[in-house]
């Protein structure tokens, strides 16, 4: 049997999940023996743009109708299509206030000619069609990445945590920004995986990972009412890495 | 008439393209095409408080992530009169070189050389000549580690936050830094030798307009606000607050693209402009690579800038070296952030970011939540520039051959490295 045949593609975005691929530097040259890169705009210049795909790793979010139509035939060319990153997955910054008059922003932005632009609002990638694997972080995670990588070119698909960032941060026995010293911290409804890198060099989770399967919003949201904090700073923290009403 | 189109610029970041346009042999239209979608991202962040901002700005760009945390903090920290330690202006700039190491040897090895060897990509030259890609991911890995160690994470830092840094790395840390540093330190002369073998490219001749933050010691990506423009010898400086001379907008009669300019000509930012503009000569090491590089300053080749970023990765390395060393002397205090405490106002900061001047501006009510964002990429103050550059690329190559004209096109706008991600401010869209 060939090499499996991969594409990486890039929606809107920071080309941040990208660069992770790219910063595999000890693994790079492995990765490249072990599968057929056919398509990297961001690192060849020569590319089938038309082959079909074993795996498409799309980063991004949709925010263009143009996005939108080289996302559907991406979806076409491969048989495992996976959302890379917390914008794939979730919308991600791009989507924190999905109710804005976009209109509006556009023209405040880049004057009247913004009015005529292709422009949507931030869509994740299961919103326009149907992804297979998620992984989720802003960006991903490195090993999160490799391990896909090497489950699926062994025929399986990875799990990953449903379990919250708190975990991960209550394992490595850092005293709860939180409950200790009141601050906005999201470790207890993020998705965990990132070993939490925020609460261990005492800065609050930002939430970047996007909510986590097993989260308890509820119990959250009290825990901050209790300790008096204000509940538009809680309000705009939770929107900025996923919006509400995007969940799979 | 005709038409020369780079329909989708590989090995750039980001989605952008190029198209010429030719009445018989002048041109008669330049573009510097970005299709990114809008993210709208200065708009969204209205409404949050001071130490959201930074996180959410940071997603501008990954490449230069740490260069957005960084100049959103300083301008954040303006608006409110926050004065930060002495120990955190050192890891901020030892931060600062790390990315500005990775991102030059991402560009250099993996994105700018495969042109200049006739390989399509890193990982074709890979095969043929692994020595010299795995120098790069050997280098780019080293600026990677500073970031990961210093700013928490290799994209989108974690650990700086308003007044500081959440956490103060250990002596140990720095010491690994340091062993690291030395080994790549071993490093430099291969660079500049493979910099200095290359095949000369120069595409396009004439006078460029340089601009480049004037830091106290000349020497710095971090401190200062004030911007050095240098044009045939003239030199005129921009206070950070009067950043919109810089940046305004002015039509040109070439396109109908809003451009930056000053005083209604394009100018240059990043490492060539950094190298022209500070009037400070090298001294030591550099002066024998800047020989072997044979890099004139002014230089009117924009080519050069690949070059210059040659001479930065060494500089970076020698210059994180130092910061090191500067900090194990003094010895390092486990600080907590200074504190920081919201006022209504304006801060504005300017920062060099790898591909050159990096502006944030913001304004803020009484309690810390922003009402207005206002930012400038480097990528977006070169647009001009750049299309200046393609357009004398054409008038000035005597072949009409499009494959060679197309190439020529390519390998300028990459050795501008461009982030097209960040740019999406300014420049037109389609």
């Given amino acids: 049997m060939g090499k499996p045949a991969v594409g990486i593609f890039g929606l809107t975005g920071c080309a941040g999940d990208q660069l992770v691929i790219l910063n595999c530097e000890d693994r790079l040259l492995d990765l490249v023996s072990l599968v057929d890169i056919r398509d990297f705009l961001m690192a060849s210049s020569e590319n089938d743009a038309e082959c079909s795909l074993d795996v498409a790793l799309v980063e991004g979010a949709v925010l263009s109708n143009r996005d939108a139509e080289k996302l559907r035939t991406i979806r076409k060319r491969a048989r495992i299509l996976v959302a890379l990153g917390t914008c794939a997955v979730w919308g991600g910054v791009a989507a924190m206030d999905r109710g804005a008059d976009r209109r509006k922003l556009l023209e405040e932005v880049y004057g009247e000619t913004g009015l005529n632009y292709d422009s949507l609002p931030a869509q994740a990638l299961h919103e326009i069609v149907k992804v297979d694997l998620n992984i989720t972080g802003c960006p991903i995670e490195k090993d999160q990445f490799l391990t896909a990588i090497a489950n699926l070119l062994n025929g399986d698909v990875p799990v990953y945590p449903s379990y919250p960032v708190c975990t991960e941060c209550r394992m490595l026995e850092n005293n709860c920004l939180l409950i200790e010293h009141g601050e906005v911290c999201c470790g207890p409804i993020t998705a965990a995986g990132c070993n939490a890198r925020c609460p261990e060099m005492r800065v609050p989770c930002v939430g970047c990972r996007g909510p986590a399967a097993d989260a308890n919003p509820s119990s959250f949201l009290g825990m901050f009412e209790e300790k008096g904090i204000d509940p538009r700073v809680i309000a705009t923290r939770l929107r900025t890495f996923a919006p509400e009403g995007v969940a799979q | 008439m005709k038409t020369i189109v780079v329909e989708h610029l590989a090995r750039v970041e980001g989605h952008g393209g190029i198209t010429v346009e030719l009445e018989g042999d002048a041109v008669s239209d330049v573009r510097f095409d970005v299709f990114e979608g809008a993210r709208l ?390």
């Avoid at chain 2, 501008?60 to 301008?75: G, N, P, Y």
């Avoid at chain 2, 400086?237 to 002015?250: D, F, K, V, W």
């Avoid at chain 2, 009510?365 to 001009?384: H, M």
């Fill in chain 2, 41 to 430: 991202l200065e708009p969204l962040v209205r409404g949050k408080r001071y130490d959201e901002v930074a996180p959410a700005l940071s997603r501008i760009c990954s490449i230069c992530s740490a260069a957005h945390t960084l100049t959103s903090l300083k301008a954040t920290e303006n608006a409110f009169g926050v004065r930060i330690s002495p120990q955190t202006e050192l890891l901020r700039e030892l931060l600062y070189r790390g990315e500005s190491i990775e991102s030059h040897a991402l560009h250099l090895f993996l994105l700018a050389l495969p042109d200049y060897l006739n390989y399509p990509s890193a990982t074709a030259l890979a095969a043929d000549k692994p020595d010299i890609v795995l120098l790069g991911l050997r280098l780019k890995k080293l600026g990677n580690r500073i970031q990961e160690t210093i700013g928490g994470r290799a994209i989108h830092p974690v650990n700086v936050v308003p007044g500081g840094f959440g956490k103060v790395p250990a002596v140990d840390q720095l010491l690994e830094l340091r062993s690291a540093l030395i080994e790549g330190m071993k490093d430099s002369d291969t660079v500049v030798d493979l910099m200095a073998s290359l095949p000369a490219a120069e595409f396009c001749r004439g006078n460029t307009v340089y601009a480049a933050l004037l830091s106290p010691n000349l020497d710095s990506y971090y401190a200062g606000d004030e911007v050095m423009i240098a044009s045939n010898g003239d030199r005129s400086i921009i206070r950070a607050a009067e950043y919109r001379e810089l940046t305004n907008e002015q039509s040109v009669p070439h396109s109908h693209a809003r451009h930056s300019t000053f005083r209604g000509k394009p100018f240059m930012v990043g490492s060539l402009a950094r190298l022209t503009v500070k009037p400070r000569r090298p001294t030591g090491r550099l002066v024998v690579v800047r020989e072997r590089l044979q890099l004139q300053a002014p230089a009117g080749n924009p080519m050069d800038n690949n070059k210059a970023q040659a001479l930065e990765l060494v500089r970076d390395m020698e210059r994180a070296l130092e910061t090191i060393e500067q900090l194990l002397r003094e010895g390092v205090k486990d600080e907590r952030p200074v504190g920081v405490h919201p006022r209504a106002g304006t801060g504005t900061a300017i920062t060099e970011a790898p591909r050159g001047l990096l502006i944030h501006s913001y304004t803020y009510d009484a309690e810390g939540r922003i009402t207005s964002a206002d930012v400038i990429t480097p990528t977006a103050l070169n647009a001009a520039s750049m299309e200046m550059h393609f357009r004398r690329a054409v008038e000035q190559c005597a072949e009409r051959d499009d494959a060679v004209l197309s190439k020529r096109l390519q390998m300028i706008a990459r050795a501008y490295d461009p982030c097209i991600s960040c740019s999406v401010h300014l420049v037109r869209r389609r």
